[in-house]
């Protein structure tokens, strides 16, 4: 499977990615002494997603193979949209995911004194305007791509207005929205983002960090690039719609330069995934509309939603990796994730003996009163784990789909007349079922045991064609299962011309199951636990779970179902 996949990603040769081959070839050369510094810069405007995730394996990632160091930095630059309450939930996903930025967490904010005082510069060097135009207009005048720009009226303003003028927006004298600052390039330019781009602009809501120390704010483009040079960033990863700004963080940093360093940025695809919305702005507003519990929602594509649904850290670097890093945009397949987290937990999930769905079972030739411990393997993938008793009586719980009482063709589990092995059990017959007078659901179902048959015995050599899971209905625990499906039922939600990504929400996205019984081991499960229940799929414990309510999340099931389901 892994080669197949290999191939879709284009441009990675030998394991190496072309970014990775970039990055050894400038160390090679000896640029910038030698070093490699990088950073990931994510805007404390919501939660990490899986995106993030792709971008922060290469910035960390990159940085630990070569023997640099990566800086977590939050462009923190619109303090209208932030909050301390996304940088807390930043740095513990970026934690989980098992980097460490040590002692450097920058802020943009922290830059805000520097970047004014190299406006103040760009101004008295008549590189920079205030303009008083409002918005609409200065948008209209920037052209298109094949019509090119008009030049503002106050473009060619003293040098001295515009100094007062922009200290003035900064004291507060100035409306937010009535003038901003502008970057003097060239309205004629092919790139629309050096049309004297807006650099500076007034905003009066108090910042998370530096309060109400401003009233004017750098623009995220006047920002990013020069707080990569102030930092010694040396490859500066970014996705690829920065491509066309590039020129623009270029010119910037063309303006402050003052030896040869100088960051290089290099653009890398954004990963989308099939049945679900990948934008902050579009996952925000799943969660103030309350059409998820929260961002840690088990169905969203955050991190700390992947993390409560069951994913670890291992399985989301297993899946970037499979995809790998191009210059083109894709949408990748939700289920080589899912599949990414199943060959993990494969590895480290013990198995147990969970019902979902339970029918009774009564063995009526088992003694009434008498419970055996019957032993049962870990983990098959993983010897050290050892194994465990589970208790076996007269009474036992399996899953009401293993019986049949008319059985389809090619139907080998529990039917009239049929034998099928108790996992690590005995052999069972059915014998007869009782149905309820007025459902017609079955209530029990009657069987008799070959006590020659147990499992491990030297003497038990007979083979039946199906093996089934149970748990004792003596001992049996009660949990609740929370069994999630894909939030969307469009692969593509949020590209669908003339319609809102909302449509496409799937109704049967959250399933919850109350009755269902579980081996007593489990009494014990701590959140965050993670299991294989055997034959069903792999489950995690949710933070609601308590001593008083057991609460299961499913993480995937055993095998990809989404496919027959679709057909
Ligand atoms: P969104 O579009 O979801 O709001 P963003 O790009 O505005 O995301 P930032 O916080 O600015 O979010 O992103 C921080 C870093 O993560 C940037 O370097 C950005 O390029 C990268 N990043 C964001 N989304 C993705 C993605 N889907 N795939 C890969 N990298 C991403
Ligand atoms: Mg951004």
């Avoid at 810069?41 to 290469?58: D, M, Q, V």
């Avoid at 301390?84 to 098992?98: A, C, F, N, P, T």
């Avoid at 929400?505 to 109350?514: E, G």
């Amino acid at each position: 499977m892994s080669e197949e996949i290999k191939n879709q990603t284009g441009e990675t040769k030998g394991g190496i990615s072309f970014i990775e081959q970039i990055i050894i070839d400038d160390l090679k050369d000896g640029k910038n002494g030698g070093k490699i510094i990088t950073r990931f810069p994510p805007e404390p405007n919501g939660y990490l997603h899986i995106g993030h995730a792709k971008a922060i394996c290469l910035d960390f990632g990159m940085a630990l193979k070569y023997g640099g160091k990566c800086n977590l930095r939050f462009d923190d630059t619109n303090p209208e949209k932030e909050d301390v309450e996304y940088v807390d939930s930043i740095k513990e996903d970026i934690r989980w995911l098992g980097f460490d930025w040590e002692d450097r967490e920058y802020y943009a904010s922290d830059y805000f004194g520097r970047l004014f005082g190299f406006a103040v510069d760009l101004i008295k060097r008549g590189l920079a305007y205030v303009d008083d135009q409002p918005a609409e207009v200065i948008s209209e005048q920037r052209g298109t791509p094949t019509r090119p720009g008009t030049e503002s009226p106050y473009r060619n303003r003293s040098v001295e207005e515009n100094l007062d003028l922009f200290e003035r927006m900064n004291r507060g004298e100035f409306e937010e929205g009535s003038r901003v600052l502008r970057a003097k390039i060239d309205m004629t330019s092919p790139n629309m983002h050096m049309r004297d781009p807006i650099i500076y602009r007034i905003l009066k809501t108090p910042h998370h960090r530096t309060g109400t120390t401003w009233n004017v704010y750098p623009m995220y483009d006047f920002a990013h690039g020069q707080c990569d040079y102030f930092e010694g960033v040396t490859h500066s990863l970014c996705t690829l719609e920065f491509e066309v700004h590039r020129p623009l963080y270029d010119w910037f940093v063309d303006q402050l330069m003052t030896g040869d360093y100088r960051p290089r940025q290099i653009e890398f695809n954004r990963l989308n995934l099939t049945y679900t919305v990948m934008s902050k702005r579009r996952l925000l507003e799943l969660v103030q509309e309350g059409r998820v519990s929260g961002w840690d929602d088990p169905r969203m594509p955050t991190l700390c939603g992947l993390r409560r649904r069951g994913y670890t850290p291992e399985s989301i670097k297993k899946f970037i990796d499979l995809i790998g890093y191009t210059k083109f945009e894709a949408i990748n397949d939700i289920s080589l994730l899912e599949h990414a987290v199943r060959e993990d937990l494969n590895l480290r999930a013990p198995r147990v003996f969970g019902v979902l769905n339970p029918v009774k079972i009564i063995i009526t030739n088992y003694p009434e009163g008498t419970t055996e411990e019957v032993r049962v393997g870990n983990n098959p993938e993983d010897p050290s784990a050892g194994t465990r008793t589970v208790p076996f009586c007269r009474e036992l719980y399996i899953e009401r789909d293993d019986f049949m009482e008319s059985p389809v063709p090619k139907y080998f589990r529990l039917y009239p007349g049929n034998e099928v092995r108790l996992k690590g059990a005995y052999i069972i017959k059915c014998e007869g079922f009782r149905k309820n007078a007025t459902t017609g659901e079955i209530e029990e179902i009657h069987c008799t045991y070959d006590p020659a048959s147990r499992s491990g015995d030297p003497s038990s050599n007979r083979k039946v064609k199906a093996t089934i899971h149970w748990v004792s209905a003596l001992h049996a625990i009660e949990a609740e299962v929370r069994l999630y499906d894909r939030l969307f039922s469009h692969e593509d939600p949020a590209g669908q011309k003339d319609h809102d990504f909302r449509e496409f929400l799937n109704p049967d996205s959250l399933k919850v199951l109350n009755n269902c019984k579980l081996e007593p081991s489990l009494s014990k499960a701590e959140p965050g636990s993670k299991f294989q229940f055997q034959r069903v799929g792999y489950f995690c414990v949710d933070p609601d779970s308590s001593n008083d309510k057991l609460v299961f999340n499913r993480t995937v099931p055993l095998k990809d179902t989404w496919e027959k389901v679709k057909k």
